[in-house]
């Protein structure tokens, strides 16, 4: 991929995302009451993450700028990047975020896509140049890891769908966490559980890609799922049998970026994101691939055409803005 995460990109990315986390309205709650006293603003349900229209999205845009902070610590917005950790990565805050997922109607609350994020969150926190931000965060980071282990086993079937009850970049996120903080038995059990689910996958003929409210291609986080769970071997056996016509540039379908019509639709904008991602997963999944391996410079033209389809759309419209950039930073940052 020719675009590469420059100081410049990264200011203007941050800047982003400053504007946003913060900005409770419009908003859109997926909320359940259990009575009239639940009916709350979004801050006072999440005294945290109540920003960029949605929790998941608010999630994932602290995730992006405790990214470029640790990529870029002298960057122009270092200073409120840092200013906004130290106000809302607080332990009474969090604890407001604790409170509302011990909620019972909250057991399946942001499932998987937003618990994905917050452990990916905890991640990029952990051995950050303050503790303290991780350590706050740490409450809400074990119910989350809790909730993996208790839904985790019971989840017969994996979801394939292109949006955000996609179970293998839920797995794929929390893999990150698990390395990072030592939890082989986390680890185990997102390995455990792909190996189910996707095992014995193969010949993808990915036919229903893209759907028309698509971010992720249910194909390729599949496969990027896999690479970050198997061992390198068993991934590259398993791979040449799930997309075995990647040479012949098959299935068609995964190669040509999505075409959006209208941007000011938030569910149609979700297709600038899916060439986000798709070009995160093509380039993360070129790199276990030998340089000889027909495979590869295939995969790294369609990563390249997809990122530039999507990179020059994370600003403009607020359905697309309160969260593109974090998906064009994974794109970027995430591939090798």
């Given at each position: 991929m020719t675009t590469r995460l420059t100081s410049e990109l990264a200011s203007r990315f941050a800047t982003i995302a400053l504007g946003h986390v913060t900005r409770e309205y419009p908003n859109h709650i997926l909320h359940g009451l259990e009575g009239p006293e639940d009916a709350k603003t979004p801050s006072e349900l999440h005294p945290v993450f109540y920003g960029s229209y949605d929790w998941h999205s608010c999630v994932h845009g602290y995730w992006m700028l405790?990214?470029?902070?640790?990529?870029?610590?002298?960057?122009?917005?270092?200073?409120?990047?840092?200013?906004l950790f130290a106000t809302m990565l607080v332990p009474e805050?969090?604890?407001?975020?604790?409170?509302?997922?011990?909620?019972?109607?909250?057991?399946?609350?942001?499932?998987?896509?937003?618990?994905g994020w917050l452990l990916k969150l905890a991640a990029e926190?952990?051995?950050?140049?303050?503790?303290?931000?991780?350590?706050?965060?740490?409450?809400?980071?074990?119910?989350?890891?809790?909730?993996?282990?208790?839904?985790?086993?019971?989840?017969?079937?994996?979801?394939?769908?292109?949006?955000?009850?996609?179970?293998?970049?839920?797995?794929?996120?929390?893999?990150?966490?698990?390395?990072?903080?030592?939890d082989d038995s986390l680890f185990d059990l997102l390995r455990a559980t792909a190996q189910r689910w996707y095992g014995s996958d193969t010949a993808c003929p990915a036919w229903g890609e893209p759907s028309g409210d698509d971010f992720l291609s249910p194909a390729l986080i599949e496969a990027e799922c896999m690479r970050r769970l198997l061992p390198a071997g068993e991934f590259a056996h398993w791979f040449d049998g799930f997309?075995?016509?990647?040479?012949?540039?098959?299935?068609?379908?995964?190669?040509?970026?999505?075409?959006?019509?209208?941007?000011?639709?938030?569910?149609?904008?979700?297709?600038?994101?899916?060439s986000l991602s798709r070009a995160w997963c093509w380039a993360s999944l070129a790199g276990?691939?030998?340089?000889?391996?027909?495979?590869?410079?295939?995969?790294?033209?369609?990563?390249?055409?997809?990122?530039?389809?999507?990179?020059?759309?994370?600003?403009?419209?607020?359905?697309?803005?309160?969260?593109l950039a974090s998906f064009a930073v994974l794109a970027l940052t995430e591939t090798e």
């Open positions: 405790a990214r470029l902070l640790r990529l870029y610590p002298e960057m122009p917005e270092a200073p409120a990047i840092r200013d805050k969090v604890a407001g975020e604790c409170a509302y997922f011990d909620r019972p109607m909250a057991r399946g609350y942001e499932r998987p896509y937003g618990w926190l952990h051995g950050h140049e303050d503790p303290a931000w991780a350590e706050a965060l740490s409450p809400l980071t074990e119910r989350i890891v809790q909730r993996f282990r208790d839904f985790l086993p019971l989840a017969t079937y994996p979801v394939r769908v292109g949006t955000h009850y996609n179970t293998a970049f839920a797995l794929r996120l929390a893999a990150d966490y698990a390395e990072t903080i030592g997309l075995p016509d990647i040479a012949a540039k098959q299935p068609r379908t995964l190669f040509a970026p999505a075409s959006v019509s209208d941007r000011s639709d938030g569910k149609i904008a979700h297709l600038d994101g899916l276990t691939l030998p340089d000889t391996d027909p495979r590869r410079p295939v995969m790294i033209e369609a990563a390249h055409g997809h990122l530039e389809a999507g990179i020059a759309h994370v600003a403009g419209d607020y359905m697309g803005e309160h969260w």
